[in-house]
């Protein structure tokens, strides 16, 4: 599960983007928790477009936003048996920019956070979005079973996509099962993974997050 993130504009985010074909200026973003507005960028009309959408997914045919049940992640190994994400997966996928997240490590005295990101460019999650009432558009992380570095950490992870990989779910003529060999738990590039004050925890707190004492970053993959 990903409940917290950041997206932070530089000019790694600028060429990342770029490579997508998408300009676009992101908001900078810290600590980053379910409901809140988030950048997205999804393909519609042959032309790749980045909006602000709700990190909460609210379907179409639903009576309108709720939080009753959790749909900020989507797990990849059900979205084709889920009346709420079948639906945005077969045409309504979309990317978000990224530039870390947050893991919540289960320890012997209770869990720590651990903040994941990559050393020079910023990654891009796989999601799914949904325009409800004509009005209100909304997203969901896509998440799978986490790769083997990541493992001593939690046992999901978001669907990390590299530029090939992005454009590919984002392509609307791209056949479904083309899509699963991105859900593989692999890491597309290499990640740092290092230990975070407790601060992170309060969803209020929208600064960065602050490294524990002597705390070391780990390579991931």
């Not at 998408?22 to 790749?48: C, F, H, K, L």
């Not at 909304?138 to 590299?162: F, G, Q, W, Y």
């Not at 593989?184 to 407790?198: D, G, I, K």
């Amino acid at each position: 599960m990903c409940g917290r993130y950041s997206v932070v504009p530089n000019p790694g985010m600028s060429v990342f983007l770029g490579e997508l074909g998408v300009s676009a200026s992101i908001p900078e973003q810290y600590n980053i928790a379910p409901t809140e507005s988030v950048p997205i960028i999804y393909e519609q009309d042959g032309q790749r477009e980045c909006h602000l959408a709700r990190w909460w997914l609210t379907p179409s045919w639903s009576s309108g936003p709720s939080t009753k049940y959790a749909m900020f992640n989507a797990r990849a190994e059900t979205l084709n048996a889920s009346r709420a994400y079948k639906g945005p997966f077969s045409h309504k996928r979309c990317v978000m920019p990224v530039t870390s997240f947050i893991e919540w490590q289960k320890l012997d005295d209770g869990k720590r956070p651990i903040e994941i990101y990559r050393a020079d460019k910023p990654m891009l999650f796989a999601g799914l979005w949904d325009c409800w009432n004509e009005e209100l558009i909304s997203c969901a992380i896509v998440t799978t079973t986490a790769a083997k570095p990541v493992e001593p950490i939690h046992n999901r992870m978001p669907v990390l996509l590299d530029a090939a990989g992005a454009k590919q779910w984002l392509d609307t003529a791209t056949e479904l099962h083309d899509l699963y060999p991105l859900f593989e738990n692999r890491l597309p590039y290499e990640l740092l993974a290092r230990p975070v004050q407790q601060g992170i925890n309060n969803s209020r707190n929208k600064t960065a997050a602050v490294p524990t004492e002597a705390s070391q970053a780990t390579v991931l993959g």
